[in-house]
């Protein structure tokens, strides 16, 4: 049975989220909330749509749940994970309104409290892990609270009031204040570390760092360093203290303050995280929109992961390798990877994506979906969603075209035409990409597969199933102007511009057919095996790719003498190839998985897990791998190493 008439769901949300005792009761809090909320703001793009101007997260290690205050309206978000495979996707399900200008978030995980600084207000809002407003701590007149750090193991709560220049304590069991401590100057930036029992305090005036002892009050160690500090991170693994500055962020021992280090970075720090079993040091670039990784250990920079415009605080998941960055310009939630740096944003689709079709004219990236029911004509109706490549945002559907079998989109740019195949309907669709809206239908013999769109020649070649020939559209007057008898179930299809010849792959005698795209004239077959599905050209190597379902291949044949030169295997069945001209991605629908592959050595550069993953563009020029899930009903945008 050709792949994809019927497709299984390989293990559903497999690895999933796991859902633990205490994320149960938010959901029961919660409730209806939760149920109305959660289809409705899947994404908003690429990143996590939150309030205005976010400035701080603070994740819930043993939720999941993320909490992000925006000072551009005075919100407190609530993000919850949603099951995904492998990893938990994120979405907002609560969003509270606090008295003024948030500047801080921190979480108890021993009370199961979300607390947010409000200088303005003269006070700290306190919320449940559903994001509800409970109540609120005052701190007194002139004292605007600005810095918050959680200590569970004392039940307190570190307050930094800049005003004030005081550090007040609070019981987080009854959220009362118990003390203030004197610190001499503005908190710009605040840190505790709960092993020393000490806790830090920037001054940008006075370009110093102080420690305390919070239990007594006591000053232990002052530095003044070479510019004035903002934001504050205690890494207590390795008791040091990392102070932003303008350009750079100073490393200092957490006992004594000593400087080791002034490490350059390409703008202003807005924050930092760790991601203590892995090593990885997180450092937001305010100015460059990235996230800077460093090894924790040897203090060198070793990737920048893209995010939103002003990314500043920024907090790791626990049990994870991921950290959620809040862009403070985009008002948005980015998530990336501690290890690789690679941002993971998707926007949601209607059911069952399948093929991908990104176009830099347009700005815009076609997604056409397959939901597999012939008897059912809903099915038949479903839509090209239309997508912002620059957001993620859904820009417009158009409706009626049915099932897309993956590669079955292919563009004329210049004529501002976009090809769809509707498999079910056994027609080519025409769409003007200025309008979205459908020109016309060819028909076609058989159930169109793949389309390719040959712009020296202006055709447009078909794939199909139940047919053994590939039709040939001439796009200028979108008839069908002959076909080539390459073999029934013919699939995958690449092009080499310079020769013009056409290699298609044959699933039903496991060939790849060798086309003069000109003539139509069959130049040879070669026989690879098993069932070729997709298929890649390199110019700069002269070599095809070859996605064997069958044999779990990714075959390399020699362009011109159609000869195997070699063959790398991925343990599971690989349907799709793409080539950049410096590196291949290979997708696998039933290992959950899509690679990245040094095109010359072959060798494997990065894994993306995906929930059921079937077509995708690699986009080198982009930086960016668009990937379809059909599992999760989502397209991924994840940047490439």
Known sequence: ???????????????????????????????????????????????????????????????????????GDNTLSTLAPLPSYPKPRYSVVNTATLATKPSDVAVSKRFDKVYVAVPGSQRIQVADLSGNLTGQINTGRKTKPTFLAVDDANGLLYVANQQEKKVAVVDMQTDT??????????????????????????????????????YTGVETAVVTLAAGPRALFADTQRDLVYAALPSSFAVLDASTLAVSA??????????????????????????????????ADTRTE??????????????????????????SASNTVSLIDTLTGASSGYTATAEGPAAVWVSTSTGRIYVGHYQIDPSNPASLEAPVEVFSL??????????????????????NPSASRLYVSRTYAGTVAVIDTTTSAVMTEIPVAGMPRALLFDPFSGKLFVTGMFTRDMAVIDTATNSVVGTVPVGSESAGMA??????????????????????????????RASVGGKPLGVAYSPAAGRVYVANFETGELQVLDGASLSVMDSVAFGSPVHTVRSSGSRLAVASW??????????????????????????????????????TAFGASALYRVSLP
């Open 390 to 411: 620059a957001s993620g945002d859904l820009v417009a559907a158009i409706s009626g075209i049915g099932n897309v079998f993956p590669w079955g989109m292919a563009e």
């Open 302 to 327: 070793l990737a920048r992961a893209p995010v939103g415009s002003g990314p500043r605080g920024l907090a790791v998941i626990e049990g994870d390798t991921r950290a959620l960055v809040a862009n």
């Open 495 to 524: 092009l080499d511009p310079s020769s013009g010849t056409l290699y298609v792959a044959v699933e039903s005698t496991g060939e790849v057919v060798a086309v003069d795209a000109a003539t139509g004239a069959v130049l040879g």
């Open 262 to 295: 002034y490490l350059p970075t390409p703008s202003a720090p807005g924050g930092f995280a760790l991601d203590y079993p892995n090593a990885r040091l997180l450092v937001s670039y305010t100015g460059s929109s990235s996230v800077g990784l460093w090894d």
């Open 177 to 214: 204040l118990l003390q203030r401590i004197a610190v001499a100057v503005s908190a710009d930036g605040f840190a505790f570390h709960a092993p020393l029992g000490r806790i830090y305090v920037s001054d940008v005036a006075s370009k110093t760092v102080r420690s305390f002892d919070p």
């Open 590 to 627: 039933e290992g959950a998985t899509t690679f990245v592959l040094d095109e010359g050595t072959l060798s494997t550069q990065a894994e993306f897990s995906f929930d059921s993953p079937v077509d995708f563009s690699l986009r080198e020029d982009l930086g960016y791998l668009y990937q």
């Open 1 to 71: 049975m050709p792949w994809l008439r019927t497709l299984p769901n390989p293990g559903g949300n497999r690895g999933g989220n796991r859902r633990r005792a205490k994320r149960v009761a938010i959901c029961a809090v919660a409730g209806a909330a939760l149920v109305a909320l959660l289809p409705a703001s899947a994404s908003a793009g690429w990143d996590i749509a939150v309030g205005a101007g976010p400035v701080a997260v603070a994740v819930d290690g043993d939720t999941g749940y993320a909490y992000v205050v925006s000072s």
